[in-house]
């Protein structure tokens, strides 16, 4: 099954089930031709820039690097902290994704690590999220804002960013993501 199909099969049991969300956003203009995902961009093919090598230690103590862990799979990177308001509505959707056979990485901004594993076991989100206390991490990705989460990229399987949302994502912009943003990708 290609690519594309498998994420369309993902999708429509992820969002199968209406998902509650938290009405928070964090202010973003909204893109041309972005309709009512604000803060969503979904960059042409000349604007996509290549995912930079992360490598970093887990909320669990592991060592994961982005290269081995996606490894010609599309991505969903999340930045957020357990202190960020609008992330708890957007969790429960990522996780939902993740058992479900989305690829999705967490990046933990600024956070205490404790806190931050507490927050995200209690959010049922079992995919791995890197520790990022220092915002090195964060730094690298220029496509996202340093200040202001949650945001959130799109990675196709060639490392290439597809698309961002800048605060909460919501189950209608994931499902626009995956069904419009990925039938673009080739087949695998």
């Known amino acids: 099954m290609s690519v594309p199909a498998r994420l369309l099969v993902v ?3 992820v969002l199968g089930s209406s998902l509650a969300t938290t009405s928070c956003r964090t202010p973003a203009a909204p893109q041309a031709g972005a309709g009512s995902d604000v803060g969503l961009t979904v960059f042409s093919r000349a604007q996509q820039q290549t995912l930079p090598s992360l490598t970093g230690t887990t909320l669990t103590g592991g060592r994961l690097s982005v290269s081995t862990y996606a490894a010609g799979e599309p991505l969903v990177i999340n930045v957020w902290a357990s202190w960020c308001s609008p992330c708890r509505g957007e969790i429960p959707l990522l996780a939902r994704a993740a058992h479900r056979g989305v690829r999705v990485l967490g990046i933990d901004e600024r956070d205490d690590a404790h806190l931050a594993l507490s927050f995200a076991a209690s959010h049922h989100a079992s995919y791995p999220s890197l520790s990022d206390p220092r915002g090195h991490l964060l730094a690298s990705l ?17 490392r290439r960013i597809v698309a961002r949302v800048i605060g ?11 069904t ?9």
Do not use: F
Request: proline residues 15%.
């Open 168 to 178: 909460p994502l919501t189950p209608g912009t994931l499902r626009r993501i995956l």
């Open 142 to 158: 220029h496509d996202l804002p340093q200040t202001g989460i949650p945001s959130t990229l799109v990675v196709a399987p060639d």
């Open 11 to 13: 999708l429509a049991l």
């Open 180 to 188: 419009e943003v990925t039938t673009t990708w080739p087949s695998s």
